[in-house]
């Protein structure tokens, strides 16, 4: 120990003789090293986390699959056929038509993020309230009982945590929404929602638009090749008896709901990363350039170290411990630049990508001025 204490005290001396060299090396190290942790920081919050709800590999998102790609959003009937199968344990349809609505009246009503969701949402999320329940099957037909179910955030935030806020009424857009259950804390959906509305759908709809989406959860054991078969089916028989409602080429696809949530931002990351690994090279072969170059111009204090009677393990470790040293010293630098980093890029990338909400299990916020923020320090994988 007395060794390396001596070791890093030197390294430190011949560091801080020789600033230039020591700024150049560390500012290389720190912005290639910076730059690949913000950019990771990203890519592992979109890309590799596991969606945050109960055995995600079973949620897939069901819709519309044409030769040139996918459409995400169905129409009600389409639904109402889709749901008929053997594959999935729950089939949750749901939209955005309350989205902009505000909580409470008067002159100043607070905007709230609502979904309108069908009864099988919270099954399909694994998620139950721990207060009180969600809407039932009856609850969810047209003209049914205007009921809610609330985040914990928003029961806490927005509500005073009320503990006998089940079964009272809040105002939405002016009119009263009895509350049947509030959600346990943590719980996030995708998109973010502080209140889940039934949707209220008409089994016997006849409106072809498409303006809803599908989620799913497969039955244990049920593979997801099994599913697109299965559905795949469903929907040839929606063909048969809708055959002008069906695009020609139109099929039903099947997708494993991260992959299906990235799908549109996946290449573009990977390239993103690939880059910036590349900076990471360039900064590392700079860096071993300047060591060879500084190795060079040593070759004297070398010669006298060997006629004092070191050895070449001991001048070894002696460069080795600089070079540690200089790594060290880098990768700290680099460490608060990529938490500094992110916030920045968080500024600059659209905030419309999905799964920043929700990287393990940490909240990325969005203020009223359109970035993304996120709420703990530091921001790293």
């Known amino acids: ?50 969606l945050p709800y109960p055995e995600p590999d079973r949620v ?51 905007p709230v ?8 949402f919270f099954q399909v ?50 009119q009263p929404y009895t509350v049947l259950g509030v959600l346990p804390k943590g719980f996030h959906s995708e998109p973010e929602s502080e209140v889940f509305l039934p949707l209220q759908a008409d089994p016997r709809s006849t409106n072809q638009g498409h303006y809803l989406n599908v989620a799913a959860r497969l039955r244990p054991g049920v593979t997801l090749s099994a599913a697109r078969a299965e559905m795949k089916i469903a929907g040839e028989r929606f063909r048969k008896d809708n055959p002008k409602w069906m695009d020609k080429g139109e099929s039903v696809a099947v997708t494993p709901m991260r992959e299906a949530a990235v799908s549109d931002i996946k290449t573009a990351l990977l390239v993103l990363l690939g880059a910036v690994g590349f900076v990471l090279l360039i900064a590392c072969a700079n860096v071993a350039n300047l060591l060879l170059a500084r ?40 460490y608060a630049l990529g938490s500094w980093g992110v916030r920045a890029l968080l500024l600059l990338i659209p905030a419309n990508i999905p799964r920043l909400m929700d990287a393990d299990g940490v909240r990325w916020r969005r203020r009223s001025t359109g970035a993304w923020l996120r709420s703990a320090w530091p921001p790293l994988c």
């Open 60 to 110: 897939v998102e069901v819709a519309r699959q044409f030769p040139d790609g996918r459409g995400n959003s169905i129409s009600i009937p389409k639904y109402m056929v889709w749901k008929d199968n053997h594959v999935f344990q729950s089939m949750t349809l749901y939209g955005f038509a309350a989205a902009g609505m505000n909580l409470g009246a008067g002159d100043r009503p607070e």
């Open 1 to 50: 120990m007395g060794t390396l204490a001596f070791d890093i005290r030197y390294a430190l001396r011949v560091l801080a003789r020789n600033p230039g060299f020591a700024a150049i090396a560390i500012v290389a190290l720190a912005l290639g090293i910076g730059v690949n942790t913000a950019i990771f920081t990203v890519v592992n919050a979109v890309l590799l986390q596991p």
């Open 295 to 334: 190795a060079a111009a040593r070759q004297r204090e070398m010669a006298v170290r060997a006629a004092v009677g070191a050895g070449r393990w001991r001048v070894v470790r002696q460069l080795l411990t600089e070079s540690v040293l200089l790594a060290a010293i880098g990768g700290a630098l680099g």
């Open 125 to 174: 999320f694994g998620v139950s309230p721990q207060k009180g329940r969600a809407f039932t099957a009856s609850e969810d037909l047209p003209n049914g009982p205007a009921v809610a179910v609330l985040t914990h955030e928003m029961w806490q935030s927005r509500l005073g945590g009320d503990p006998r806020i089940i079964g009272r009424p809040v105002l939405l857009n002016g």
């Open 113 to 120: 993020k609502t979904l309108q969701v069908s009864s099988g």
